[in-house]
């Protein structure tokens, strides 16, 4: 089983819907992040926690939200997708050790289509 | 705010060695992480940089110059599965901040 595991992996939505997407992670992590990326922008930060009581919002949230369930689930809604948020969103998680490096374990993305 | 720049596109032949540039602009530096993916799949983390020098994992080594705001990745003996788009990514304080990438072609 994936360490770090996104439901669903493709998703297609009308403008105007509600939708969500969830994480589940089974490293143990309390760090966990939505990052989306588009073609040529690289990743960017929509939002993160830190811990089950700690949200905060990254460079793009606007048009998100989250929901830190348990330490080991994160899930990111979009209230009323629109076109411009077709992309592929990733999730990630983090022990924030140093002797790690601080490196992020991604899961497999979820492509997210809104027509 | 950041703001990361790296080459949009490296070609290399198999076997040779490449490199692969990354200057950074950033308000609090941490640290330089490198990140692979392959097309369609999830970044893999590769390296992390928080002092200056060179950090050497087998065929991969990554170099950070603080003082330049640069770092580069280093690929020897390059092979065909290491065809994939490189990121790199500072360290700011708590979270990371990715770089466009650099997508690497490595031909036979």
């Known amino acids: 089983d994936a360490d770090v595991t996104q439901t669903p992996r493709n998703r297609i939505t009308k403008t105007g819907k509600r939708i969500m997407l969830e994480c589940s992670q089974t490293?143990?992590?309390?760090?966990m992040y939505w990052y989306r990326q588009d073609p040529g922008l690289g990743l960017r930060l929509i939002y993160y926690?830190?811990?089950?009581?700690?949200?905060n919002k990254g460079e793009i949230s606007d048009g998100y939200s989250v929901s830190r369930q348990a330490q080991a689930k994160f899930s990111l809604s979009l209230e009323s997708a629109i076109p411009n948020q077709t992309a592929l969103y990733f999730c990630?998680?983090?022990?924030?050790?140093?002797?790690?490096?601080?490196?992020?374990?991604f899961g497999s993305g979820t492509r997210l289509t809104v027509v | 705010g950041q703001s990361l720049e790296q080459p949009s596109e490296v070609t290399a032949v198999e076997g040779a060695i490449v490199q692969i540039n990354c200057t950074y602009q950033?308000?609090?530096?941490?640290?330089l992480s490198w990140y692979q993916q392959h097309d369609g799949g999830a970044p893999t983390f590769l390296s992390y940089n928080a002092l200056d020098g060179l950090e050497e994992t087998g065929r991969f080594s990554s170099f950070l110059s603080r003082s330049d705001s640069y770092g580069y990745l280093l690929l020897q003996e390059l092979q065909m599965k290491d065809s994939a788009s490189y990121f790199c990514a500072v360290k700011n304080f708590n979270k990371f901040y990715f770089g466009s990438g650099t997508k690497l072609n490595v031909k036979p």
């Open positions: 490293k143990g992590h309390d760090r």
């Open positions: 990630a998680t983090s022990d924030g050790d140093i002797l790690n490096g601080y490196g992020y374990t």
């Open positions: 950033t308000s609090g530096f941490y640290g």
């Open positions: 926690s830190f811990d089950v009581k700690d949200i």
